[in-house]
């Protein structure tokens, strides 16, 4: 049997895996709103939740943000298995972001707000987690695989 998309499959797992088990790391370590300084004034862990979206966007819209991180899984597991075989831009893009969406959705379903604590103060940055750069990367990738080199067939992995 061949195995489509696998490396969908694996950037999901993978960016899950890491989503989770730092926030559980920082959970079980830190107290909400205690920071560690890894770099002073650059980089540091700092433990604060956020109810809303990317950036406190939609802050309180957990009812409805945990159905759509829902929602989303859903329908890219349904387009990995149904769908055609992807090129690996897009396997990587839509394994990424359903891992991204995955984490944060059971931050959503199981306490009502996403755990963030990756705080770039340098650049006054707001507070995110692993999650959201999975998210971020997987749309990098999917912009490479739409819009960079045309595709060829070689690039399919099935």
Known sequence: MNFKNHLFWIAALVSLLIDRLTKYWLVQNFVLGQTLPLLPGVFHFTYVTNTGAAFSFFKDGVGWLRWLSLLVSLALIAFALFGPAFNRWEQLG???????????????????????????RLIQFPVFNFADVFINVGIACWLIAHFGNEKKDGDRID
Do not use: E
């Open 94 to 120: 839509y394994g990424f972001i359903l891992g991204g969406a995955l984490g944060n959705g059971i931050d959503r379903f199981i306490d009502g707000r996403v755990v963030d604590f990756l705080d770039f």
